[in-house]
């Protein structure tokens, strides 16, 4: 199976804040990577698609980074609502997905 | 608009089955793989396995192999997750997903269903 791995855990931003989480897949996925956005007791929304296509309705502060094991998810200027738990997630197995453990967002 | 709406919270017993439904509307069921991903409280997500609502086929996680059975009923455009002999540890938030694919490989999961909170105790 291919391991995701987000760094780091947790992270405490203020408002305003440029913020950027990272996650590293155990072997080349090139850039069949995707980033989720979790708020408490919601489902996860898809953010980022294929490394770096903002999906629609996602604001412009959001971009992703990255392709081979190394991937970036920016935020370019925290707003309130950011604050949540963010996931990347490989797509190059079909057979069988696989996870990053989650980055923290807290309010600093 | 595009909505996958699940069935309410279960509570079971430790070894009994839990069957989990999804209901798809505002797109064809038939075109597009579901598939189910799960969340333990306080945990990350997990993936499951997929069904492919138009033939029926499914892949399962090694993991939740010969414990879990995905089917549809494509006249009511529902998906079904049933997993068997549960465990404390089964105890979760269970999510049905759509997959979007495009470029013949590129593929996210996009809309999620709301969950379905599944609590095993005796």
């Known amino acids: 199976d291919i391991q995701m791995t987000q760094s780091p855990s947790s992270l405490s931003a203020s408002v305003g804040d440029r913020v950027t989480i990272t996650c590293r897949a155990s072997?080349?996925?090139?850039?069949?990577l995707n980033w989720y956005q979790q708020k408490p007791g919601k489902a996860p929304k898809l953010l980022i698609y294929?490394?770096?296509s903002l999906q629609s309705g996602v604001p412009s502060r959001f971009s992703g980074s990255g392709s081979g094991t190394d991937f970036t998810l920016t935020i370019s200027s925290l707003q309130p609502e950011d604050f949540a738990t963010y996931y990347c997630?490989?797509?190059?197995?079909?057979?069988?997905?696989?996870f990053g453990q989650g980055t923290k967002l807290e309010i600093k | 608009q595009v909505q996958l709406v699940q069935s309410g919270a279960e509570v079971k017993k430790p070894g009994a089955s839990v069957k989990v439904s999804c209901k798809a509307s505002?797109?064809?069921?038939?075109?597009?793989?579901m598939h189910w991903v799960r969340q333990a409280p306080g945990q990350g997500l997990e993936w499951m396995g997929r069904?492919?609502?138009?033939?029926?086929?499914?892949n399962y996680a090694q993991k939740f192999q010969g414990r879990v059975t995905m089917t549809r009923d494509t006249s009511i455009s529902t998906a079904y997750m049933e997993l068997s002999r549960l465990r404390s540890d089964d105890t979760a938030v269970y999510y049905c997903?759509?997959?979007?694919?495009?470029?013949?490989?590129?593929?996210?999961?996009?809309?999620w269903g709301q969950g379905t909170l599944v609590t095993v105790s005796s």
């Open positions: 997903a759509r997959v979007n694919v495009v470029r013949g490989k590129i593929n996210w999961f996009d809309p």
């Open positions: 505002g797109y064809t069921f038939t075109g597009y793989y």
């Open positions: 069904i492919n609502p138009n033939s029926g086929g499914t």
């Open positions: 072997q080349s996925i090139s850039s069949y």
């Open positions: 294929a490394a770096s």
């Open positions: 997630q490989q797509s190059y197995s079909t057979a069988m997905y696989t």
